[in-house]
C-alpha cells in the first residue's frame, strides 16, 4: 500500500500534464525546431547558446521573455543595433530571413519553449501580423 500511493500520484501528474498540453503549441513548436535548425542555428547554435560577444544567447534569455514583441520584430524583419541579454552588450545585425507570419510565430514558439526558456502564452499568426517595422 505504501508503494501504491505514490505512484498512483506520479500516474495522475503524467496523465494530467498530457492532457493539458496544448496540441496546436507542440504542433507549432515542432515545425519551428526544423525551421531553426534551417535558419538559425548557424548563429544562435544547436543549444541556443549563441556565440559570446557576438550572436546573443537564446537559452535562457532574459531578452526573449521581456521583450517579446521586439523579439518577434527581430526575427520577421530583422535586427541591427545593440541589446543587452543576460547583462551582455550585443552589437551586431541579423538579417531579414524571409520567413512567412507562420514560420515565424513557429520559430518564436519553438525557441520560447527551449533550452531553460517557458512561455504558457502561444505566439500566434495574428500577434505576429500585428507587428510593423
Known sequence: MKTFFPL??????GVSLYLFQDPELEE?????SEIYYDFCVTCHKGNG????????????SDYLLQNREASIRSVKYGKQGEIVVNGVTYN???????LDDEEVA???????NSWGNTSDKRVTIEEVESITE
Open 8 to 13: 498512483y500520484l506520479i500516474v495522475v501528474f
Open 28 to 32: 507549432s513548436i515542432q515545425r519551428g
Open 92 to 98: 551586431n545585425t541579423m538579417d531579414p530571413l524571409g
Open 49 to 60: 547558446k549563441g556565440v559570446a560577444f557576438t550572436f546573443p544567447p537564446l537559452a535562457k
Open 106 to 112: 513557429d520559430v518564436m514558439n519553438y525557441i520560447l
